[in-house]
């Protein structure tokens, strides 16, 4: 079973930066992500890392935020540039496991951190 636990969330205001980590724990891990969730909004991708190194990041992040892996601490870490009011979500970590002895994938998630930008 895979354990993800997320940190490095805070207030901030506009324009600064922020960076969040989350540690992971488990086997079989295929890729690994960050969403997030604002108020009355759905939860939507921000940034995915594949097993093989690939990345994608939703519209909204990208050219701000950066999606690594550091496998020293086995940890994902998000690096959030240039942060906005509109960047204000719980955050959560994301990985995809497959089980032994089967084709379907599981999808776990971090209990989420919470980012706040405001003036």
């Known amino acids: 079973q895979v354990q993800l636990v997320e940190s490095g969330g805070g207030l901030v205001q506009p324009g600064e930066s922020l960076r969040l980590s989350c540690k992971v724990s488990?086997?079989?891990?295929?890729?690994r992500g960050w969403y997030r969730q604002a108020p009355g909004k759905q939860r939507e991708m921000v940034a995915t890392?594949?097993?093989?190194?690939?990345?994608e990041y939703g519209d909204s992040v990208l050219g701000r935020f950066t999606i690594s892996r550091d496998y020293a601490r086995n940890t994902v870490d998000l690096q959030m540039n240039s942060l906005k009011p509109e960047d204000t979500a719980t955050y959560y970590c994301?990985?995809?496991?497959?089980?032994?002895?089967?084709?379907?994938?599981?999808?776990?998630w971090g209990q989420g951190t919470q980012v706040t930008v405001s003036t």
């Open positions: 890392l594949g097993g093989a190194g690939s990345t």
């Open positions: 994301q990985a995809i496991a497959v089980p032994d002895g089967g084709i379907k994938r599981t999808t776990y």
């Open positions: 488990g086997s079989k891990i295929i890729s």
